[in-house]
């Protein structure tokens, strides 16, 4: 006897295949729908993470432009300490950069430049 709602074969001794076989069958025991999902759900962690790496991985070279420019244009308004933490600020982040630490340069330029920026509006 076949239940018509969900295709299982009942039996009254187990003569059939079980609800295990039935449902759970082929690659690696996911049923059919599951795979389907199971591929799509890996195919896209992939392309996220692929597309984190990529943004964490680029060097801030916009970063480290921005900071520049910021020094630059704030110098005559900075007095000479916080004009030499915004230099070393900038040398760290391109000996970070250097070393292929995106992060710290990153880090590093934005620290610099928001500096120059402080000092700039005084």
Partial sequence: MANSLTGVALT???GGASFKQQ???GNMGLHPHCRRFSGWFG???????VAL???AGSPPVQAMS???Q???AAEDH???TTREQAERLLDEARIALEAG???HARERAEEARKLAQEAGKS
Avoid: E
Avoid at 43 to 49: A, I, K, Q
């Fill in 101 to 103: 630490d995106y992060g």
């Fill in 53 to 55: 790496a990529g943004c």
């Fill in 23 to 25: 449902h759970f069958r």
């Fill in 43 to 49: 195919l896209l962690t992939v392309l996220m993470v």
């Fill in 78 to 80: 900075m007095p000479p």
């Fill in 66 to 68: 921005d900071a520049r």
């Fill in 12 to 14: 009254a001794h187990g």
């Fill in 70 to 72: 910021a020094v630059r």
